[in-house]
């Protein structure tokens, strides 16, 4: 005799976020990381990836700027999200003194390329029309 199912996968599931990305690469492969920052830590230089990203605070705060948008907070048990592609990511350090910032990305990668490419000095300075203004 069979056991008797939970029915608890009916109220299980929580949708964080949706999103329709712009495009996903051809040939794409997820890749899923998890990035740790220590209090007050930056975190990554400005930065692209080569397809969309999708993300959720774990554990802290993360201050979060990606190019034409004003910066802003997520926290922990929010997720967030970015298109990828030629879209400048700004920011994404620890935006607390007093403890880590822990947050996984799901990336939807194109074949060959890296999953992080850095944007130089001279490309910030033509595009920085394209930037949200900054608090003061």
Known sequence: ?????????QTAVTVLQEA???FIP?????MTV???YPPGDPGAPPHRHPG???????E??????????PERVIRAGEAFWEPGGDVIHYQDG?????????FTVTMLCEPGRPMFVPVEE??????KHRRAPRPS
């Open 1 to 9: 005799m069979a056991e008797p199912r939970s029915t608890a996968w």
């Open 94 to 102: 620890n935006n607390r003194e007093d403890g880590p910032l822990r």
């Open 26 to 30: 051809k040939d794409a492969h997820a």
């Open 122 to 127: 001279d490309e910030l300075a033509q595009r």
């Open 60 to 69: 802290g705060e993360m201050l979060m700027e990606l190019e034409g948008e």
């Open 20 to 22: 329709q990305p712009p």
């Open 52 to 58: 969309p990203a999708f993300g959720f605070v774990l």
């Open 34 to 36: 998890v990035v740790e």
